[in-house]
């Protein structure tokens, strides 16, 4: 192991230089994921909209980026004992896969309630799954356990530098295919994507507006955006399973600073937006992916007019429980 | 109108020359689809699988192809009445569609049972609708009403010359990109997209061996490719709508002479295959669109270690109704 995780905590958040850093680390790995639209959503919102789906990414995650990322940087190949993360899917099955590609032994800690076909991907890929109780402590409680009876490396999902970083990575391709865009949204949940999106996009262009789309039932990100200091959520509830977890410090910090808007939406304009990419854009996202449109469907006034883009977060769901 | 309906039913089966005519005919209105491909549903079958995702096409299905390419060669736009057709819902759509484009008037017959998707994008593209009984005799029938009552021409769904070349430009797209295919597989209603992929296919390499899959419980190709003479459908029964109609003079002879197999295939497969897609490409496609990988799981060893091409039709599907 290179960088402890003493180290990593001193970790400042990253630049620019340190995403396109992260875009050149990742690319024989990774895929550069396509940018799709709808000229019939177009039509209906007034609006430009540039989906990048990360659905079609490596592991149906942007997750995949960060671990990618964060394991090239923070592991010695030559003398690695097991990673570890908690996750309540996404960067499980990101993190298992990418461990595997790289041949590092990995340990993931997932609540009981995560999907099914989140569960079965790690399985898939080949890491060992320890499961808790879905909430942060007894998730961060067993990821505990594991690192004292193992000696595991945590990879945090979202905090945490080389997290961040990669996750940036996919507003570099999307500005890099789209550079005219006005506004760029991304769903929050810890806040990795949201971080590196923003820092990527006003780095590139301080013009650009950035906002988050999060689900009113899992609002700590509002709320904390809003007082100027984390206030995590007690109990979340919402369909977008991906969006459960609450901004750490890191997070909050690239956040407070380099993002204009948290948009809080309800869990049935998540639904309708969910239908409507699947729809007309006749792609496969999860719940959490389906957030930004959301906000944008409840804010027509905000995107009116703007060339806009959209981070479609995933496409891991499980097909026999949709909510349509 | 520059082509009548009676100087259609003297041209012949399409070349590869005439697929090319009209690839260049459709090029400022149709798309070139992507195609793509699951390292995961490779591994399972232990072959290349290349999805040429017409689910993409403009109205989403392949259907958009052909009947620009049938407009633009039946149709005087200077001194044009209505154009018409009967179709269980892709072809209407593209039809409408087509015809909004070049500004041409269109009335089509739909059965009652059409996916109410499929009838809303028809009414979305601004045609008109008669509805009718589902069957072929209704079907006919009403469409010639249509044509007396409004002297429109009759833009047949699959059984016309330039509907078949229109629909052979998938093919020429997907060889073009991916040129070392030894199979490749669409499914089969009326013939249209399956006699021009075998035409495109086995013109441009005749070692290439052209399948068709076809559900058990609309299987007129089957046993017509078996008896060697057209023996319709009488009401057939499937999950897969677009796939309910019989072949036609045209179709039979096209597919008679450059098809390898016709593969009928089980409800239940289909849904899996609809499934699998939908799961590890992260891609909405309807039923229809299933058939060619149903028959593949159905029949692993005439692809096994094989480069296979398959066309997916399309991805209009109610999504309140899906069978997982």
Known sequence: MIISNA????????????????????S??????????????????????????????????????????ALLNMVDKNNSGPVTTHSSGNHAGALA????????????VMPENAPKVKVEAVKTYGAAIRFCEPTLAAR???????????????????????????????SLELLDKQPDLDVIIAPVGGGGMLS??????????????????????????????????????????????????????LTFEAIINNVDKIIPVSESQIIAAMKMIWQYLKIVVEPSAAVPLAAILENKHLFEGKNTGIILTGGNVDLEKLPF
């Open 140 to 170: 961060e409680y067993t990821t505990d356990q594991v690192i004292k009876e193992t000696g595991a490396l945590l990879i945090h999902p979202y905090n945490n530098f080389y997290i961040i970083a990669g996750q940036g990575t996919a």
């Open 97 to 108: 896969k990418a461990a595997a590609a790289l041949g590092i032994e990995c340990i993931v």
């Open 196 to 249: 590196g999106t923003a820092i990527a996009s006003k780095a590139i262009n301080p013009a650009i507006k950035v906002y988050g789309g999060e689900p009113m039932g899992a609002d700590d990100a509002f709320r904390s955006f809003k007082a100027g200091k984390i206030i995590p959520s007690v109990n979340p509830e919402t369909i977008a399973d991906g969006l459960l977890t609450s901004l750490g410090e």
């Open 7 to 26: 180290a990593m905590m001193r970790k400042p958040i990253p630049t620019l230089r340190d995403i396109k850093d992260a875009a050149k680390n990742i």
């Open 28 to 69: 024989p790995y990774a895929h550069i994921t396509p940018v799709l639209s709808s000229t019939i959503i177009d039509k209906y919102l007034g609006a430009r909209l540039f989906f990048k789906c990360e659905n079609f990414q490596k592991a149906g995650a942007f997750k995949f980026r960060g671990a990618t990322n």
